[in-house]
């Protein structure tokens, strides 16, 4: 996969957060993961060594708050960044490419991840249904008989299991950031074939 940044480029994105005012280098790490809508996060070790060099080369000015080292972009930083706003709007352009890139990329391995999971509950439909079909019981025996109830609440328990992790999965993913839109919509996708792709492995 291509470099999300083209060289030199982050540097000149990280001038451009910091013009809105100081920020600490979690906070430029979230900046770029919510501006990427999810698709990327920076690493500690990619942001601090270009923020260190942009400190010796006077474009950034670092000050303590506590634990935390804030980084403030300096009049030389400002100069730098007013001549090169055209190269900075190509970086703007960049980085909507890398997120319908990255996306789209989501959405491929998601899409391959359900074909296979379609596959295997095809096959295990399949199986199901030989195995009403050469059993010693109908389906209608099944469905009122003590093992078939049984059969039915733990498949309702496995679904609220599965209801309850996902949501707690959703709410720690919200404390740490909101839920962009292209993840919402990944959801959606993702349950949508998935209660499709359980409907079709029900015996018919």
Do not use: C, W
Request: cysteine-free; overall charge neutral.
């Amino acid at each position: 996969m291509p470099p999300v940044f083209a060289h030199g480029a982050l540097r000149l994105y990280l001038l451009a957060l910091l013009e809105s005012g100081p920020k600490h280098g979690y906070e430029l790490i979230k900046a770029l993961n919510e501006r990427f809508g999810g698709t990327y996060s920076p690493s500690a070790g990619t942001i601090y060594p270009r923020l260190g060099k942009l400190e010796e080369e006077g474009l950034v000015a670092t000050e303590s708050e506590g634990r935390r080292t804030n980084y403030h972009i300096t009049a030389a930083g400002l100069a730098e960044l007013n001549t090169r706003r055209d190269e900075l709007a190509g970086v703007e352009n960049d980085i909507s490419a890398s997120v319908r890139r990255l996306a789209d990329n989501l959405r491929d391995d998601i899409r391959a991840n359900m074909r296979g999971l379609r596959a295997d509950l095809a096959a295990t439909a399949e199986a199901a249904r030989a195995s009403v079909r050469t059993g010693d019981f109908t389906a209608a025996a099944t469905r009122h008989s003590p093992e078939g109830q049984r059969t039915l609440k733990e498949a309702e328990m496995l679904l609220q299991a599965f209801r309850d992790d996902l949501r707690v999965e959703l709410r720690l993913q919200a404390s740490r950031q909101p839920l962009s839109p292209e993840a919402l919509e990944t959801v959606r996708t993702v349950l949508d074939q998935a209660r499709i792709s359980i409907r079709n492995s029900l015996p018919g």
